[in-house]
C-alpha cells in the first residue's frame, strides 16, 4: 500500500470512528471498538449507515455493519468501495 493510500485508509477509519461515536454518543472508539458492545441497535445502525453515505456516497448495508462491527472492519467496507 502507497503512502497515500494508507493515509486515505487512516483518514476513513478515524472518520468512522468519529462517526460512530458521535451516534452512539461515546467519547472514543478504537479501531477494535465494536458497536454492539457499546450499546449500538438498529436505529443506529441506520444512522451510521447513512452518515457512512454522506460522507463517502458509498453504501454500506445493515447486514454489513451487523456483521462488520468493528470500526475497523467497517473501514475495511468503505475503503472496498472506494478502491473500486
Known amino acids: 500500500m502507497t503512502d497515500d493510500a494508507q493515509k486515505a485508509s ?7 470512528s468519529t462517526i ?3 451516534v452512539l ?9 465494536d458497536i454492539f458492545d457499546l450499546g ?3 436505529i443506529h445502525v441506520t444512522q451510521i449507515a447513512a452518515r457512512v ?5 458509498v453504501e454500506v448495508t445493515y447486514p454489513e455493519i451487523f456483521e462488520a462491527s468493528t470500526v475497523a472492519r467497517i473501514s475495511a467496507l468503505i475503503n ?5
Not at 487512516?10 to 468512522?16: G, K, L, N, R, Y
Not at 472496498?80 to 473500486?84: C, G, M, T
Open 10 to 16: 487512516a483518514d476513513v477509519e478515524a472518520t468512522v
Open 20 to 22: 460512530c461515536a458521535k
Open 25 to 33: 454518543g461515546v467519547p472514543d472508539l478504537q479501531p477494535d471498538s
Open 40 to 42: 449500538a441497535d438498529s
Open 53 to 57: 453515505h454522506d460522507a463517502w456516497r
Open 80 to 84: 472496498s468501495r472506494l478502491s473500486k
